[in-house]
């Protein structure tokens, strides 16, 4: 795909291809509007002019035979007041499969081709409705698993994200504006601009590009969730905790020390952000070949987990099954769940907890629900550090933001570095230029083919 590719129609379905009450056939471009003219009747007659964004009712026919495939709803939308600013036209019909592939099928058969996955978004973007940002959104929104990951998609399709780099850009352009004029002149009367000032304004969208860039890990929490792992030795009641969370008996449950022998993932949302919780088997030497399986794989989660809930069996004193799994969770952000706490409670936990000094030790009973309401709270504000909502106004989610703004601040960090070692101001204007295309990448202005091609292929075909 790329710009010269603009001049022709495209179509899809856009609605999942399913029964249901309504399925969308999208087309856009200049055939939109005489494509549809040929295909669709009002009352048996052709219809006249057509204006746009209003709804028709009438049917698609086959024009060879004049054969109706469907009563429908038709728009027309004149551009530029459309998602793809091209003459965009939508058929609401039945959705029923055969009914929405018949009708597309008339449609590429009267001159449109079909739309590529994320098609009409990028046409959005080509033709400038949109920045780059703004169509990753559109993915995040769609993909969006949680209210917090929806709001954050909202946030930055409304251009919060783009509006804070435009800003930074201009910041830019007016340094590099002073430092290219007393470069290029410097024999006129142009008042010197003194390092404090150039070096006050570097400083200064040093100081935003850092504030933006340490928001990714709350960013990709709210987007990605959080991967916990619930680890213990056996029977302590691990997977009784997992169906605690979940609300149900997913895993089995038994007095039989090792019990699970394979780890279990499932989701369960923790106020708006998903935590992908495992439950692992109990870890102890192992007895037989199954269950020194399910101790490597156990260990192999606890390295990648975000967060570790040990789960201690509070009825009996700690031993060394217990102990030896200290190792394993001292490097890890880590809650303890001090479980059985329905039973007389036997554990001395004051070396655990100065072992442990960061970890919360919750107080839980995974049989009968007590704790868990405070296990979660604790959870969720070990991760995010007690902030309840998305607190800055821009937070970023995705790696390639992430990285393009890396560049820009290594690049006015090299700035900063050149003046404080008085080098002359063509060195700074080279850095800053380098700030000014990472920061362009961003919003999708100097963008390279292939990432384009990769951002639009992640959507479904019809958006
Ligand atoms: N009294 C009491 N018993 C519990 C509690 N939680 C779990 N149990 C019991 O402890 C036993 C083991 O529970 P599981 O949830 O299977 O323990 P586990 O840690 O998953 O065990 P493995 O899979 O064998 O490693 C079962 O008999 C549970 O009913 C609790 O809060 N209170
Ligand atoms: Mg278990």
């Known amino acids: 795909m790329s710009k010269g590719t603009l001049g022709d129609t495209i179509a899809a379905i856009s609605t ?81 499969v055969l009914v929405l592939k018949e009708i597309l099928e008339v449609v590429l058969r009267w001159g449109a081709r079909l739309a590529e996955p994320g098609e009409f978004t990028k046409r959005a973007f080509l033709n400038g409705r949109i920045d780059l940002t703004q169509a990753e959104a559109v993915i995040d929104l769609i993909n969006a698993k949680t209210q917090q990951s929806l709001k954050l998609a909202n946030r930055q399709l409304a251009g919060n994200l783009a509006t804070e780099v435009r800003q930074m850009k201009e910041g830019v352009l007016n340094l590099l504006t002073l430092l290219e004029a007393g470069v290029d002149f410097p024999e006129e009367e142009i008042p010197e601009i003194s390092p404090a000032v150039i070096s006050r304004q570097i400083k200064n969208l040093l100081d935003r590009l850092n504030a933006i860039l340490q928001t990714y890990q709350e960013g990709m929490i709210y987007r990605e969730g959080i991967a916990a792992v619930i680890v213990g030795k056996p029977n302590v009641g691990k997977s009784s905790l997992l169906n605690s969370l979940l609300g149900e008996e997913r895993a089995i449950v038994t007095a039989i020390p090792g019990t699970t022998r394979d780890s279990i993932e ?57 102990l030896a799994i200290l190792p394993e969770v001292q490097s890890k952000k880590t809650i303890i769940a001090v479980n059985k706490n329905d039973l007389p409670q036997r554990i001395a936990l004051e070396s655990l907890r100065a072992q442990l000094p960061e970890a919360p030790f919750i107080p839980i009973s995974a049989l009968y629900g007590s704790g868990i309401d405070h296990l979660k709270e604790t959870i969720r504000n070990l991760v995010l550090d007690g902030k309840l909502e998305p607190a800055a106004e821009v937070i970023i989610s995705n790696l390639r933001h992430k990285k393009a703004l890396g560049s820009a601040r290594d690049s006015f960090d090299q700035a900063w570095q050149s003046l404080k070692a008085d080098l002359s101001y063509e060195f700074i204007t080279l850095d800053l230029k380098a700030a000014l295309e990472a920061l362009g990448e961003i919003l999708g202005e100097v963008t390279p083919e292939d990432v384009l091609d990769r951002i639009f292929e992640q959507f479904c075909i019809g958006k």
């Open 16 to 96: 999942p291809l399913g029964m249901g009450g309504i399925g969308i056939v999208r087309i856009s471009g200049p055939q939109a509007l005489p494509i549809a003219k040929k295909i669709f009747r009002r009352r048996g007659q052709e219809v006249g002019s057509l204006l746009s964004h209003r709804f028709y009712f009438g049917e698609i026919i086959r024009p060879e035979d004049q054969t109706v495939i469907d009563e429908v709803l038709f728009v027309f939308m004149g551009q530029p007041k459309t998602y793809t600013r091209e003459n965009v036209v939508e058929i609401q019909c039945h959705s029923g």
């Open 266 to 322: 499932e989701t369960i949302n923790i106020q708006g952000i998903p935590l992908r919780i495992l439950d692992t088997a109990g870890l102890r030497h192992a007895r037989d070949l199954i269950e020194e399986e399910g101790v490597k794989r156990t260990k192999k989660h606890l390295s990648q987990a975000d967060l570790v809930i040990w789960v201690l069996d509070g009825s009996e004193p700690a031993n060394s099954e217990d």
